[in-house]
């Protein structure tokens, strides 16, 4: 009896100090991940977070407690996740090419960047509008949110050159060259109608030339692969994939072979890791939950044009679903798992992170932007240096960035 009483005394002990050590691990990895972040500058480079900015319910100067459905970015969330900056999307979704759906999008566009503009302006000592390498760098210093704009969807330009420059001279530093459909530019990598033009249209070789000379990144998330190949054949700088994963991992067009990604490496380019379910790992197309969501986005997908009203009762719906309907997410672990593989293949100083929060992204334990430092404690776990993980974290798209910039300076001084 009594061995048997010490025996359990033994085993108590014995979790107590598993517990302790564990606790301990647990907190080194967290203070790790703070004082990388608190070195490094880290940049989320994708979020579709302007259209809450259109919900006048949503103030994004105050920290929401994450609820499905609702806006996963503010200002303190970015604070409270270590995040410097990120980049607004101004999304619009491709329509038919009309010249009234063109002046629609464009006008949407427009919208969306504008009220970016003016919650930076109401927040000023939070957040301030970033448009240049050295805008992101400043305002980290002065401890607010380098807040840049990207376009998703080259469909606003329609068939006019000179609108590359208007949205660059709006603050526009990357534009995504197309969405889920073909449009004037490029073929999509998930039209459902096949390739329009194998590729790049002669307009999309000139959009992309024009990028180039003005310093905008080009941008080749979600455009099919031989767009892809087509606009590394063409530029003059370094590309972007502003939130895309590896096909090797999760078998999705919208991702990147591996033979992708070599050609992206050799140009000197970056992927930035998507943290979208979907990319991340294989949907289970037998659920409810997914064909919800499928009906919804082809009739989204499928009207010619939306008014205001619908466009706000889509998103209400597309709110709802996520709390009728709840996904289960995969792990940061397993979004690491991309990142791993791409580093082994490609090399370190070629990937990144934009997680498209608010427009599907998001994990069962990285729900939101203040949870940011989960990504870094898996990548310390998996053993990556500080200076791998400054370079994930920042590091390697702002030299691309950087690249950019310099060409356009370069050809100036010519």
């Known amino acids: 009896m009594y061995k048997l009483k010490g025996y359990v005394v033994f085993l108590f002990c014995l979790t107590l100090i598993l517990i302790s050590v564990y606790s301990c691990k647990k907190q080194s990895l967290e203070e790790k991940a703070i004082k990388i972040h608190n ?10 977070t302007p259209y809450h900015l259109l919900d006048s319910s949503f103030d994004i100067g105050v920290y929401h407690k994450f609820e499905n459905g609702r806006s996963r970015v503010d200002f303190p969330r970015m604070k409270a996740g270590g995040l410097d900056g990120i980049f607004f999307a101004a999304f619009t979704s491709q329509r038919q090419r009309t010249s009234e759906n063109i002046l629609a999008a464009r006008s949407k566009a427009n919208e969306l960047i504008d009220s970016t503009y003016a919650a930076c302006k109401r927040y000023e000592n939070l957040a301030e509008i970033a448009i240049s390498v050295e805008d992101g760098y400043r305002i980290e210093k002065l401890g607010k949110r380098a807040i ?233 776990r998996r053993n990556y240096s500080e200076e791998d993980i400054v370079k994930i974290w920042g590091g390697n798209f702002m030299r691309v960035f950087s690249q950019v910039e310099k060409y356009v300076t370069e050809k100036k001084d010519l």
């Open 148 to 380: 840049y704009i990207g376009m998703e969807n080259g469909f606003p330009l329609g068939k006019d050159l000179s609108e590359v420059e208007a949205f660059y001279n709006k603050g526009v530093r990357y534009i995504t060259l197309c969405h889920t459909s073909n449009n004037d530019i490029c073929d999509s990598s998930t039209d459902e109608k096949g390739a329009e033009f194998n590729g790049l249209s002669s307009f999309g070789e000139q959009v992309v030339r024009e990028m180039n000379r003005l310093g905008i990144l080009v941008d080749v998330s979600h455009i099919s692969d031989s767009s892809f190949y087509d606009v590394l054949n063409i530029t003059k700088t370094p590309v972007i994939a502003s939130h895309s994963c590896s096909r090797a991992i999760c078998d999705n067009p919208r991702n990147l072979s591996d033979d992708m990604l070599l050609a992206l490496a050799k140009n000197g380019g970056v992927v930035q890791m998507c943290i979208l379910d979907d990319y991340v790992k294989a949907p289970d197309t037998t659920t409810l939950r997914y064909h919800k969501e499928k009906e919804l986005r082809n009739r989204y997908r499928k009207a010619a044009q939306i008014s205001k009203e619908e466009e706000v009762k889509l998103w209400a719906e597309w709110r709802q679903l996520q709390l009728d309907y709840p996904k289960e997410k995969p792990t940061v672990a397993d979004a690491i798992d991309h990142i791993d593989h791409m580093v082994k293949l490609i090399g370190i100083d070629h990937v990144g992170i934009g997680t498209d929060f608010d427009g599907g992204g998001g994990l069962k334990d990285c729900e939101d932007a203040s949870q940011m430092k989960n990504i870094t404690m898996e990548l310390l």
């Open 39 to 48: 070195h490094a500058f880290t940049i989320d480079t994708h979020v579709d």
